[in-house]
């Protein structure tokens, strides 16, 4: 099956710096998702970016499908930006995801 | 929009007891949903895929009659865990599709404690 490598695995950061986190796969992708688990476990829907470049905020992702990459920056980092960051990617066409292990921030006061 | 909910939001319960979670798509039809596990500071792994009227897709290595899965309705999704054991202890966690779009929106997860 498809493989997915995040890095770096931990980031500690200060208030106030930018970060970028980086999600390296092994095969071409349907589709492509970087969520925020927070604390308490829930997902949250950064972006859906199989291709491309989207900004949210003080958010924003690059994905490079012909280079099987996807980058997701963090400007202006709060301590509510803490957490585990997962990129997740869809080789099939049955919507099944492969998640990555994950970059956890922590950034702090 | 797109709000997926799971209940209950944590569980006890005794080891050979069974435990049903639910998971609903709140302002959405979703006709693929799907069933994660997760251990402490681990990733997401995939259990099964839930098709609304069709039996569940389990991934290699997960017991189908030990996680029964029903898509009974376009809206809700059921994992029950029969004759639980302390090494089913974990975070599951569910996610829908709305439709046919490929993005996926996660449940707030269920946390199971076998005793």
């Known amino acids: 099956g498809i493989q997915v490598e995040q890095s770096p695995p931990d980031l500690i950061l200060q208030e106030g710096a930018n970060s970028t986190l980086r999600c390296n796969f092994s095969d071409s992708v349907n589709n492509l998702q970087w969520f925020h688990q927070n604390p308490w476990g829930q997902l949250i829907n950064l972006f859906y970016i199989p291709s491309g470049t989207k900004q949210n905020g003080r958010l924003s992702a690059t994905t490079v499908a012909t280079e099987r990459y996807s980058l997701l920056y963090i400007s202006s980092s709060q301590t509510t930006d803490s957490g585990v960051y997962f990129c997740?990617?869809?080789?099939?066409?049955?919507?099944?995801?492969?998640f990555g292990d994950g970059t956890t921030l922590t950034v702090k006061p | 929009g797109a709000v997926v909910s799971q209940h209950p939001s944590w569980v006890i319960c005794k080891s050979g007891t069974s435990v049903k979670i639910e998971c609903r798509s709140l302002d959405f039809q979703a006709t693929t949903m799907f069933w994660y596990r997760q251990f402490p500071k681990q990733s997401l792994m995939l259990m099964a895929t839930?098709?609304?009227?069709?039996?569940?897709?389990?991934e290699q290595g997960v017991e189908k009659d030990k996680f029964l899965i029903n898509h009974a309705s376009l809206t809700l999704s059921t994992l029950t865990v029969t004759s639980a054991h302390p090494e089913d202890s974990s975070f599951y966690i569910c996610s829908a599709r709305d439709g046919l779009a490929y993005e996926q929106y996660f449940g707030p997860g269920t946390r199971l404690t076998v005793t």
């Open positions: 997740a990617v869809d080789n099939t066409n049955a919507g099944k995801s492969t």
């Open positions: 839930s098709n609304e009227g069709s039996k569940a897709t389990y």
